[in-house]
């Protein structure tokens, strides 16, 4: 069966220093991989999507995510952690080769925690 | 450009109700998509819409409808209402498909906030 995990429920970083946040998906078939992230206060976004190509994504804010076929990963990352990167993330999974409707499928979400 | 706007904010509901929300994406976009987010089963995917057609539909019973319009507008029903559908609905518009059949990226609304008593 199609699933995300998300093995930590916290992250917590100091600011300046990196971040990761670790996403290990399982899928029948090739997988497109998302990461989304939601503020207090504004909303759910979408940070990057990896469908093809360099196994390393550039999104949104300074963060980059890393396709790893042969571990099913792809961790969130940023050189150096801003307080205000503190939110829920998300990441996602579709399965493109599923047929007919494509499942999607959400991990439960990190709470990342930057410490001033 | 004005963002994706979704009506109503919050709602109240009973249980063997219906209810109808609305989401009106960016100017230009094609593609609208929704979500559901509980507590309890975390944020799942509803339906996904392009040019009035339904490309992606998630596992949900058919009380759970969509359609989208001309003007690209969504709505999404759902019928006789359970407790557990007490959720927040999130709907985003992309501009289009890529290549990939994947949309572009997404812009999300502010969710309609759903309480089924």
């Known amino acids: 069966a199609q699933s995300v995990a998300q093995p930590e429920d916290q992250v917590n970083v100091a600011e300046g220093n990196p971040l990761t946040v670790k996403c290990t998906y399982s899928v029948s078939g090739n997988p497109y991989l998302f990461w989304y992230v939601q503020y207090p206060n504004r909303g759910l976004q979408f940070l990057l999507k990896?469908?093809?190509?360099?196994?390393l994504v550039k999104g949104s804010y300074g963060f980059e995510a890393e396709f790893n076929k042969s571990q099913t990963s792809f961790h969130l990352k940023k050189p150096s952690a801003l307080v205000s990167d503190s939110a829920l993330y998300f990441c996602a999974v579709r399965d493109m080769n599923s047929g007919g409707y494509q499942k999607v499928t959400f991990g439960t979400g990190t709470k990342l925690q930057v410490i001033p | 450009k004005a963002g994706v706007t979704q009506t109503p904010r919050y709602l109240i509901k009973t249980r063997g109700q219906q209810v109808t929300l609305s989401c009106s994406p960016i100017?230009?976009?094609?593609?609208v998509s929704w979500y559901q987010q509980t507590p309890g089963q975390g944020l799942q995917f509803l339906f996904e819409y392009f040019s009035e057609t339904q490309r992606n539909k998630g596992n949900f019973p058919g009380r759970f409808s969509g359609r989208q319009f001309s003007n690209s507008r969504s709505e999404m029903n759902v019928s006789t209402l359970e407790l557990g559908d007490s959720a927040l609905y999130l709907c985003?518009?992309?501009?289009?498909?890529?290549?990939?059949?994947?949309?572009?990226?997404?812009?999300f609304g502010p969710g309609t906030r759903l309480l089924v008593l």
């Open positions: 100017s230009g976009h094609r593609s």
């Open positions: 990896y469908i093809t190509g360099d196994n």
């Open positions: 985003a518009s992309s501009l289009a498909f890529g290549a990939s059949g994947v949309q572009e990226t997404q812009y």
